[in-house]
């Protein structure tokens, strides 16, 4: 294969362009260093000061911190007693822990194709899926794009399901002027490293229901009924009793010190990343050989992915060598999802074929994802486009 950045041996970037670099100021190392020199390193004040600062940023009545967003998913089946002989309807085009909370809850998965232009689940699939077994549904918000949820939480009202919504990109988006953790069950979201809003590792459930908000902190944490601040921060009353049968799940002191200052740059930050997203979207407007992300309906976009879809049709190359030219010009890039019934544990016991889900199959075998943060400079933007429209040009039929 010849590459352009090769051939003539100039690339774009003499650096490389990291697809993702977090977004950390003196602020959360300070704040880090605070509770590192306080003694309190674990589960303590600062998370708490978090849960509750979260509960207002989103406009909630529960937040519930975790160590990620695979335990705020995984805990949400839990709370809900979701197991063998439940079905849960979800999309075999996200991140391969969506699905895997269902097995480890040994509940069966069922999935359903995605809407090819939003690469979202369609209510109509989900209906179609649903039986006398089926007890919640997943949607996921791929790329920060809300799903359909007015006719979700629809279908969910009229069949007596759970909606737990998997948010992990979703932090910053609305559906129809409603923040995307006020409208399902529960909301799972993740802070990642490379996710909107970063703790380094870490998630969080949102929930409006005071039972499933209490049974997820208590499950969060062995199933224990008092958390090691509330024993040994004031009184010295050691004991505690185990109710329930819970996971080791609990958010650190020092992942809620990087939350708090994450969350008041957030908005900032969120804007950072819509003013890329809007000058890929100018640019590439007039290079018909790739698809840009296709922003539909009532919906704020939370602009955490940037998929690009590369046209084959129109192009000598496939996805996989448009990547590498895109190496060889210094610019990381990323691929979501490989499809979850592609991967090799759910074809062997499931016996999956590629072509079962075939929009996903399609969208993954042309998706490239460009490098969206806010630590982007005009330059690193510029390079990006520069880049795809030198590779575009050099290979195009
Ligand atoms: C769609 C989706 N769901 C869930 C997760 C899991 O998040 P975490 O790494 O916080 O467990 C990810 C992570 O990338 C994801 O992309």
Redesign the pocket.
Known sequence: MNIPALENGRPVRGDKLHCFRPFIGDEEIKEVSDSMRSDWITTGPKVKEFEKRFTDHIGCRYSTALN??????HLSLAVNDIGKGDEVITTPF??V??VNVIEHRNAKHVLADIDGETFNLKPADIEEKINENTKAIIP?H?GGQPCEMDEIMKIADDNDLLVIE?A??ALGAEYDGAKIGTIGDLT?F???A??NLTTA???MITTDDPELAEKSKVMSLHGMNRDAWKRYSGTENWYYDVSLLGYKYNMTDLQASMGLHQLEKFEMMQEMRREIARTYDDSFKSVDEIKTPHVKGKVKHARHLYPIQIKEELLSIDRDKFIKALGAENIGTSV??IPVHMHSYYKEKYGYKPEDYPIAKKVYEGEVSLPLYPKMTDEDVADVIEGVEKIVEYYRR
């Open positions: 990620s967003c695979t335990s705020a998913l996200t991140f822990s969506t996921v791929y998997d992990a990109h799972c993740s802070f990642y490379t996710k590792e870490g998630g979501h999802f």
